[in-house]
């Protein structure tokens, strides 16, 4: 079904992106990023409310082509020119905004653009597959029969993780992916993430829960304003990571927590 | 055996208790009503839209229920059924083609010249037609996605355009009569299926449906997912079958079945089996329901929109040549008139959204006895074409207002 080439080696370099910048018109969204990305990694992503993530990895995806940069896989210099070229080079993405066709099934959502059999669509094997991977996912989907309209946000969710499950790609990259979901649901979604990098490969994880990124994250890159802002690992402070978000050690978050603590001093 | 096995680990499309599966014949029609409740309509308003034009057209003028008289629609239907189909494609995609008329009208011009001025055999004729057809259809395709212009400016220039080519080659003669006893023609007023054949055909799909079913059922079990009990298969097979071969029965009374209504099933089939068991099929619902989720999932939208462009156009051409066989005659007025909207009209009324993303392929066939109904009737009440169009308009109305109202009950369903 795809033309993956043979499974990188646990800690080998599978993405490396050099000087990557995307414009909008007069917005620059991106400029000069750098990212690694290695087999049994988590690269959690973090950066403020239009920082560029979503655009990064829309990059990746192969959905927006870079103004400028390279991007370099498993190797070898690549041009990510259609979500296809992506997809079959082993790059799965779950979107922000889950990119679902609502008209159809849960079973044609999860296979779309990879069904079993094109010319005689083998239907009873696609849905033991849905159902497969749904329960690994530990999803609560009642019916994979009813189009994705009749679905509540977390089970959209599900869906979209559990296809870019589907073609056991090399990295895959998780935008947001548990904005929509309740509490048992994130930590299979955490608890999932760890295990597609014990099975080695590359996960990108955005995520604006702190708790969440430095639980599973190996390093953890901070964007601001479409830059790279420095590199982080999970013992980072949350303290740290928010100056580095925010861009000062100075800002509403860390004044709001000394305000807290002298309060709590006061008291005592 | 299989009782067991379902005791001992749940199905697994079963494990969720919350659900409600309803079984057998009384479950099926549970979730058919819900299915209409939220606005997921199907066949419905076609079916009961064409019982009621029956009763009114029959008690209006008894004639309209003879069986000749159904044979003709039929004969009638074949031409404008084709270009609908074409429209469904289209349709399915969210965009339209207005120059479906003048597409039909320029083919119908096309065979004329070449087979009956030129002397061109009548198969290379209709192979250059097809070609000329699949060339417009791409040439909107390319219009589309290369210049994003919508698909509705780009075919309204297409139907003027194809439209003056029509008159151009026709020349100031303005028509050419086809040979009566040629076989095109025969095709299309005389060629009837024997009776044998029109009841195999007749039995057909209610034995697929069952072979279908048992099919399914055991290659559902084997995978350890609920089967749906076969009494419903039957019920279905059975309807099917007893409401086939009544038809055909009936219209055994006068000419019988023709074979260009015949083809026009044939092709009906076709798209059905190519839409909803192929990929391709998958993918223009996908492309219409959201061309942008469909790119993120691989899907090649601009090949798959061209596919449906390309289709159209070849259905379009295909029903000129049926028009100038049924018709004996390639004439400037071809594919002119209602024809456009007719063809439009048939595909939303059998239940294919203007909208994008839904519908099928039978619904040109439904919606087309429908349109062919109402204009037959209309004629034998002999009203003049001013009124037969002011109500054809008014159908067509009618049938855009329940698809505007079932999407919003859909949407307010959670199943938009
Ligand atoms: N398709 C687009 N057209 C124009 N501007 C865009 C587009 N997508 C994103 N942007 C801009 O790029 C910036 C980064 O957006 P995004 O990557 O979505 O941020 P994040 O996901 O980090 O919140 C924003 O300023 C946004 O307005
Ligand atoms: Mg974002």
Same mark, same amino acid.
């Given at each position: 079904?795809?033309?993956?080439?043979?499974?990188?080696?646990?800690?080998?370099?599978?993405?490396?992106?050099?000087?990557?910048?995307?414009?909008?018109?007069?917005?620059?969204?991106?400029?000069? +990023?750098?990212?690694?990305?290695?087999?049994?990694?988590?690269?959690?992503?973090?950066?403020?409310?239009?920082?560029?993530?979503?655009? %990064?990895?829309?990059?990746?995806?192969?959905?927006?082509?870079?103004?400028?940069?390279?991007?370099?896989?498993?190797?070898?210099?690549?041009?990510?020119?259609?979500?296809?070229?992506? %997809?079959?080079?082993?790059?799965?993405?779950?979107?922000?905004?889950?990119?679902?066709?609502?008209?159809?099934?849960?079973?044609?959502?999860?296979?779309?653009?990879?069904?079993?059999?094109?010319?005689?669509?083998?239907?009873?094997?696609?849905?033991?597959?849905?159902?497969?991977?749904?329960?690994?996912?530990?999803?609560?989907?009642?019916?994979?029969?009813?189009? +994705?309209?009749?679905?509540?946000?977390?089970?959209?969710?599900?869906?979209? +993780?559990?296809?870019?499950?589907?073609?056991?790609?090399?990295?895959?990259?998780?935008?947001?992916?548990?904005?929509?979901?309740?509490?048992?649901?994130?930590?299979?979604?955490?608890?999932?993430?760890?295990?597609?990098?014990?099975?080695?490969?590359?996960?990108?994880?955005?995520?604006?829960?702190?708790?969440?990124?430095?639980?599973?994250?190996?390093? +953890?890159?901070?964007?601001?304003?479409?830059?790279?802002?420095?590199?982080?690992?999970?013992?980072?402070?949350?303290?740290?990571?928010?100056?580095?978000?925010?861009?000062?050690?100075?800002?509403?978050?860390?004044?709001?927590?000394?305000?807290?603590?002298?309060?709590?001093?006061?008291?005592? | 055996?299989?009782?067991?096995?379902?005791?001992?680990?749940?199905?697994?499309?079963?494990?969720?208790?919350?659900?409600?599966?309803?079984?057998?014949?009384?479950?099926? !029609?549970?979730?058919? =009503?819900?299915?209409?409740?939220?606005?997921?309509?199907?066949?419905?308003?076609?079916?009961?839209?064409?019982?009621?034009?029956?009763?009114?057209?029959? =008690?209006?003028?008894?004639?309209?229920?003879?069986?000749?008289?159904?044979?003709?629609?039929?004969?009638?239907?074949?031409?404008?059924?084709?270009?609908?189909?074409?429209?469904?494609?289209?349709?399915?995609?969210?965009?339209?083609?207005?120059?479906?008329?003048?597409?039909?009208?320029?083919?119908?011009?096309?065979?004329?010249?070449?087979?009956?001025?030129?002397?061109?055999?009548?198969?290379?004729?209709?192979?250059?037609?097809?070609?000329?057809?699949?060339?417009?259809?791409?040439?909107?395709?390319?219009?589309?996605?290369?210049?994003?212009?919508?698909?509705?400016?780009?075919?309204?220039?297409?139907?003027?355009?194809?439209?003056?080519?029509?008159? &151009?080659?026709?020349?100031? =003669?303005?028509?050419?009569?086809?040979?009566?006893?040629?076989?095109? $023609?025969?095709?299309?007023?005389?060629?009837?299926?024997?009776?044998?054949?029109?009841?195999?055909?007749?039995?057909?799909?209610?034995?697929?449906?069952?072979?279908?079913?048992?099919?399914?059922?055991?290659?559902?079990?084997?995978?350890?997912?609920?089967?749906?009990?076969?009494?419903?298969?039957?019920?279905?097979?059975?309807?099917?079958?007893?409401?086939?071969?009544?038809? $055909?029965? &009936?219209?055994?009374?006068?000419?019988?079945?023709?074979?260009?209504? *015949?083809?026009?099933?044939?092709?009906?089939?076709?798209?059905? &089996?190519?839409?909803?068991?192929?990929?391709?099929?998958?993918?223009?619902?996908? $492309?219409? *329901?959201?061309?942008?989720?469909?790119?993120?999932?691989?899907?090649?939208?601009?090949?798959?929109?061209?596919?449906?462009?390309?289709?159209?156009?070849?259905?379009?051409?295909? *029903?000129?040549?049926?028009?100038?066989?049924?018709?004996?005659?390639?004439?400037?007025?071809?594919?002119?008139?209602?024809?456009?909207?007719?063809?439009?009209?048939?595909?939303?009324?059998?239940? =294919?959204?203007? !909208? *994008?993303?839904?519908?099928?392929?039978?619904?040109?066939?439904?919606?087309?006895? $429908?349109?062919?109904?109402?204009?037959?009737?209309?004629?034998?009440?002999?009203?003049?074409?001013?009124?037969?169009?002011?109500?054809?308009?008014?159908?067509?109305?009618?049938?855009?207002?329940?698809?505007?109202?079932?999407?919003?009950?859909?949407?307010?369903?959670?199943?938009?």
């Amino acid at each position: 079904m795809t033309t993956q080439s043979n499974t990188p080696s646990k800690g080998e370099l599978i993405l490396r992106l050099h000087g990557i910048g995307k414009q909008f018109g007069a917005v620059t969204a991106l400029e000069d +990023i750098e990212l690694d990305v290695h087999a049994g990694e988590v690269v959690a992503l973090v950066g403020d409310n239009g920082a560029g993530k979503s655009t %990064l990895v829309k990059v990746l995806a192969g959905v927006h082509q870079p103004t400028s940069g390279s991007i370099e896989y498993l190797g070898k210099p690549v041009s990510l020119d259609t979500p296809k070229k992506a %997809l079959e080079m082993g790059i799965a993405t779950v979107f922000q905004d889950l990119a679902l066709c609502e008209n159809l099934d849960v079973v044609a959502n999860l296979f779309l653009g990879h069904e079993v059999n094109p010319w005689r669509m083998d239907e009873v094997q696609m849905e033991v597959r849905a159902w497969t991977l749904l329960q690994e996912l530990a999803a609560r989907i009642p019916s994979v029969r009813e189009p +994705i309209a009749s679905l509540s946000g977390g089970q959209r969710q599900t869906v979209a +993780i559990a296809r870019s499950l589907l073609l056991d790609p090399h990295i895959i990259m998780l935008d947001e992916p548990t904005a929509a979901l309740g509490v048992a649901q994130s930590a299979e979604v955490l608890n999932l993430i760890e295990r597609v990098r014990d099975r080695g490969h590359g996960v990108i994880l955005i995520s604006h829960n702190m708790e969440d990124v430095r639980a599973v994250a190996d390093r +953890i890159v901070v964007l601001r304003l479409g830059k790279n802002n420095g590199v982080f690992t999970s013992d980072t402070s949350h303290q740290d990571l928010v100056a580095a978000i925010t861009g000062a050690s100075e800002n509403s978050v860390s004044r709001r927590a000394a305000r807290k603590q002298q309060d709590a001093e006061a008291v005592q | 055996m299989t009782n067991e096995a379902n005791q001992m680990t749940p199905r697994l499309d079963r494990a969720d208790a919350r659900v409600r599966h309803d079984a057998g014949l009384a479950g099926a !029609f549970k979730k058919f =009503t819900d299915k209409v409740r939220s606005g997921d309509l199907g066949m419905l308003p076609v079916i009961v839209g064409l019982l009621l034009i029956s009763a009114v057209f029959t =008690t209006l003028n008894p004639v309209f229920l003879a069986p000749n008289n159904l044979v003709n629609l039929l004969f009638d239907a074949a031409a404008v059924g084709l270009i609908a189909l074409g429209v469904v494609c289209v349709l399915l995609l969210g965009e339209i083609d207005l120059s479906i008329g003048s597409m039909s009208g320029l083919s119908s011009a096309i065979i004329g010249v070449l087979w009956v001025k030129s002397g061109v055999p009548l198969a290379v004729a209709i192979l250059a037609v097809l070609a000329n057809g699949a060339l417009i259809g791409f040439l909107y395709g390319f219009l589309r996605n290369k210049f994003e212009m919508p698909s509705f400016v780009a075919t309204l220039a297409g139907l003027l355009a194809l439209l003056g080519m029509q008159l &151009y080659i026709l020349g100031p =003669t303005g028509s050419i009569n086809l040979p009566f006893t040629s076989p095109l $023609v025969r095709f299309g007023q005389i060629l009837i299926m024997p009776a044998y054949l029109s009841y195999l055909v007749a039995i057909l799909p209610g034995v697929l449906i069952m072979i279908g079913a048992v099919k399914t059922n055991a290659k559902r079990t084997a995978a350890n997912l609920s089967a749906e009990s076969l009494s419903v298969a039957i019920v279905k097979a059975a309807l099917l079958t007893i409401g086939l071969v009544f038809a $055909v029965y &009936y219209l055994e009374l006068g000419r019988g079945v023709p074979w260009m209504f *015949g083809g026009f099933v044939l092709l009906v089939v076709i798209l059905n &089996y190519g839409l909803t068991r192929t990929k391709w099929g998958r993918s223009m619902f996908a $492309v219409g *329901g959201n061309a942008e989720a469909a790119r993120r999932s691989g899907i090649n939208v601009f090949r798959i929109r061209m596919s449906a462009f390309v289709v159209c156009s070849v259905l379009a051409s295909l *029903g000129g040549v049926f028009a100038a066989a049924r018709l004996a005659s390639a004439s400037q007025q071809a594919g002119t008139g209602d024809v456009n909207l007719n063809a439009i009209a048939a595909a939303v009324i059998g239940g =294919t959204s203007l !909208f *994008g993303g839904r519908g099928s392929a039978w619904s040109a066939l439904l919606g087309v006895i $429908v349109i062919m109904a109402i204009s037959n009737g209309l004629t034998l009440l002999n009203l003049s074409s001013s009124l037969r169009y002011m109500i054809t308009g008014a159908v067509l109305a009618i049938a855009v207002i329940v698809d505007s109202l079932a999407r919003r009950s859909r949407a307010s369903h959670g199943r938009a």
